[in-house]
């Protein structure tokens, strides 16, 4: 029985390995668009696609950011100032790409824009808190895939949507987590519905990396802000202790996020250019630790993560 079940798991990690290796034909004649440009993992793969010789449409929030990467790429590369939080933009943005792309439509869509702060317990937050991240990493997104549907669906292509390994396990409060579950969400509905016009949806959900969202103590900063802002109720419930602790227990992890956003970049790359996309988990610590706990009952992980959490001054 065991030999039996040795070659079942052997014929299929070999046809995962074959169907993996099929690539789509022509890319050279395909047009990408990707948000959040600036920096990031969307600066790395504008650039990663550009020396493949797809034709990439970079959106960028800034223009001193657009320049960056037009110095960094070849002349194929065009870049457009997109903030995702404005219909007009969205509206001024997609039309570019309408005239830039004309009857060759739009082989992929790249979601990538997306901010992570302010995260702190949920308490300590105002809806407005959770609204300056909804805008971006959900609502944005969302008004973004609409707009350029009918692009992609025209030429049979490729929405990519970059969630996070805090799609699948909730750490801590504040809107982040909320908007990568609705991006676990739309993408899902959007997978099924698209499925009978041969376009395909892929989710890239990344552990904790070293970007621009994460480095030089912003998530320090977010949290001492959002304490500076509590009412006086929850801070005499958490104690003058607490956000100190909260700011520690974060920093001692930073040393293991990873620097390699290749990791990242390669998964969105194969999401693009490979003929049977999935859903990927990049980094060690989502395939290892966060995929797996997603899937623990809910005492189990409660207890994983309240193991790394400090404790509030009037917590029993």
């Given at each position: 029985?065991?030999?039996?079940?040795?070659?079942?798991?052997?014929?299929?990690?070999?046809?995962?390995?074959?169907?993996?290796?099929?690539?789509?034909?022509?890319?050279?004649?395909?047009?990408?668009?990707?948000?959040?440009?600036?920096?990031?993992?969307?600066?790395?793969?504008?650039?990663?696609?550009?020396?493949?010789?797809?034709?990439?449409?970079?959106?960028?929030?800034?223009?001193?950011?657009?320049?960056?990467?037009?110095?960094?790429?070849?002349?194929?590369?065009?870049?457009?100032?997109?903030?995702?939080?404005?219909?007009?933009?969205?509206?001024?943005?997609?039309?570019?790409?309408?005239?830039?792309?004309?009857?060759?439509?739009?082989?992929?869509?790249?979601?990538?824009?997306?901010?992570?702060?302010?995260?702190?317990?949920?308490?300590?937050?105002?809806?407005?808190?959770?609204?300056?991240?909804?805008?971006?990493?959900?609502l944005g997104l969302i008004e973004v895939t609409l707009s350029l549907?009918?692009?992609?669906?025209?030429?049979?292509?490729?929405?990519?949507?970059?969630?996070?390994?805090?799609?699948?396990?909730?750490l801590l409060g504040g809107g982040y987590s909320i908007s990568k579950?609705?991006?676990?969400?739309?993408?899902?509905?959007?997978?099924?519905?698209?499925?009978?016009?041969?376009?395909?949806?892929?989710?890239?959900?990344?552990?904790?990396?070293k970007t621009g969202l994460t480095r030089n103590g912003r998530i320090?900063?977010?949290?001492?802000?959002?304490?500076?802002?509590?009412?006086?109720?929850?801070?005499?419930?958490?104690?003058?202790?607490?956000?100190?602790?909260?700011?520690?227990?974060?920093?001692?992890?930073?040393?293991?996020?990873?620097?390699?956003?290749?990791?990242?970049?390669?998964?969105?790359?194969?999401?693009?250019?490979?003929?049977?996309?999935?859903?990927?988990?990049?980094?060690?610590?989502?395939?290892?630790?966060?995929?797996?706990?997603?899937?623990?009952?809910?005492?189990?992980?409660?207890?994983?993560?309240?193991?790394?959490?400090?404790?509030?001054?009037?917590?029993?």
């Amino acid at each position: 029985m065991w030999l039996y079940l040795a070659v079942l798991v052997g014929l299929y990690y070999l046809l995962r390995w074959y169907r993996e290796r099929q690539v789509v034909s022509n890319l050279q004649d395909k047009y990408v668009f990707i948000t959040g440009c600036d920096s990031g993992f969307g600066n790395q793969l504008a650039r990663q696609l550009d020396l493949r010789g797809l034709r990439v449409l970079a959106a960028c929030q800034t223009e001193k950011g657009a320049e960056q990467l037009r110095d960094r790429t070849s002349d194929r590369l065009e870049t457009v100032i997109l903030d995702v939080t404005k219909t007009e933009s969205i509206a001024a943005a997609t039309q570019w790409v309408k005239e830039g792309t004309g009857d060759r439509g739009l082989w992929g869509l790249v979601n990538n824009a997306g901010v992570l702060m302010p995260s702190a317990p949920n308490e300590w937050l105002t809806k407005q808190d959770f609204m300056k991240i909804l805008d971006v990493n959900l609502l944005g997104l969302i008004e973004v895939t609409l707009s350029l549907l009918p692009l992609v669906r025209k030429v049979r292509g490729r929405v990519v949507n970059v969630s996070s390994c805090l799609g699948r396990v909730s750490l801590l409060g504040g809107g982040y987590s909320i908007s990568k579950y609705g991006v676990e969400a739309f993408s899902d509905s959007l997978r099924r519905e698209l499925s009978y016009f041969g376009v395909k949806v892929a989710v890239i959900e990344p552990g904790y990396f070293k970007t621009g969202l994460t480095r030089n103590g912003r998530i320090a900063q977010g949290i001492q802000e959002a304490w500076d802002h509590a009412s006086p109720e929850v801070k005499e419930i958490y104690g003058e202790k607490f956000p100190a602790s909260l700011m520690k227990s974060t920093v001692r992890l930073e040393p293991s996020w990873c620097k390699n956003l290749s990791l990242v970049t390669d998964c969105m790359e194969h999401a693009l250019t490979a003929c049977h996309p999935r859903t990927y988990s990049a980094g060690w610590d989502a395939k290892l630790f966060y995929l797996p706990v997603s899937y623990m009952p809910s005492f189990l992980a409660d207890a994983i993560n309240n193991w790394n959490f400090p404790r509030p001054a009037k917590g029993l």
